[in-house]
């Protein structure tokens, strides 16, 4: 009997050692309900996901969910390595997901079952970039708090899932709308004026420190990938252009925007306004907002903000903690 209990407590022990944790690096505080599809963005998140097999290539897609306890959960994803190759960082689009399936690459938009991969490190962890793309299904209604979840495999090249991976905070499903404290929001394109590459993160806050969590995760365009579906996203891929959304009650607007590279972790750059105004594009469809990022336009009236990577300086540099340029790099 003594022996049994032994290893019960020895099995137990070995359990929890190898317990799977999804740590929460870089997590936005919104995203927008998906019922139009022209509407749809993405948002943007970077995980640490640790308790897994060392040095192993796990399958997984993401995933949105508000059940409790939770399932595979509902949505679409971007597909995001940390090394990149022929088709970027950013390898796919997919509205199927199944371990079933085959690999997103290629910069494809995909209607069929899809997974991507990742290898974890030595201790059995691994630190990325995740994105979802909330549908039309009742878990973004507006309103929801959505836990956000990366699904797995077995490590192993298992077709099946094996663990399901939720954040602890949530993420509120905004509307497209022009309406005050009812959950709506009102789109934002950034332009970068050609000082950012495609496919650099973009974290948005609403304080100048970049304290808090972001208020938005997205990217810079062009990812190479031709989402049609999303009319309003697609309509604004000008290479260093970025797309998100902006709650309407969102009482200081934007004032801080930060430039990620994917590969290095590194922070390329940041650029701040004291009071959510910036200086608007000069195009008909973003005049109406006059660059405030408090404005209630929805998607028919979108707000277009200039957010170049400033030119280096003394102060940037203190600012960045670095001796040369304008990088500096976070822990994982």
Do not use: C
């Not at 996901?49 to 509902?74: D, F, H, K, Q, W």
């Not at 208020?215 to 891929?237: K, M, P, Q």
């Not at 004032?255 to 290095?264: L, V």
């Amino acid at each position: 009997m003594k022996k049994n209990a032994l290893f019960l407590v020895v099995g137990l022990l070995a359990a929890n050692l190898n317990a799977q944790t999804i740590t929460e690096v870089f997590l936005p505080e919104y995203l927008a309900n998906g019922n139009n599809t022209g509407d749809r963005a993405p948002t943007a998140a970077r995980l640490t996901i640790s308790g897994l097999l060392p040095n192993a290539t796990y399958r997984y897609y993401v995933s949105g969910e508000t059940n409790v306890p939770v399932g595979t959960g509902a949505g679409n994803y971007f597909g995001i390595n940390n090394v990149t190759n022929s088709a970027g960082y950013i390898q796919g689009y997919t509205t199927q997901k199944a371990f079933t399936g085959s690999l997103l690459a290629n910069d494809e938009n995909a209607t069929a079952n899809r997974y991507s991969e990742f290898t974890t490190d030595a201790s059995g962890s691994y630190t990325g970039w995740f994105a979802l793309v909330p549908t039309s299904n009742a878990r973004f209604t507006v309103g929801n708090n959505v836990r956000f979840g990366v699904i797995l495999n077995n490590g192993s090249g298992g077709t099946s899932v094996a663990h399901q991976l939720y954040t602890t905070s949530t993420l509120l499903s905004l509307g497209q709308g022009t309406g005050i404290g009812v959950n709506q929001a009102t789109f934002l394109v950034g332009d970068t004026l050609g000082t950012v590459p495609g496919e650099t993160m973009v974290l948005l806050y609403d304080n100048v420190a970049g304290s808090g969590r972001p208020v938005w995760g997205t990217w810079t365009e062009s990812d190479g990938i031709n989402a049609t579906a999303f009319t309003l996203w697609n309509t604004h891929v000008t290479p260093g252009r970025w797309g998100a959304y902006v709650p309407n009650d969102l009482a200081n607007g934007i004032r801080r925007i930060e430039y990620w590279d994917i590969g290095s972790n590194s922070l390329l750059g940041y650029l701040t306004d004291d009071d959510g105004i910036w200086q608007t594009i000069n195009e008909p469809v973003f005049l109406a907002a006059n660059g405030d990022t408090t404005y209630d336009g929805g998607v028919g009236r979108p707000i277009g903000i200039l957010a170049p990577i400033p030119e280096p300086s003394a102060l940037t540099l203190l600012a960045l903690g670095a001796a040369l340029g304008l990088i500096r790099r976070r822990p994982a």
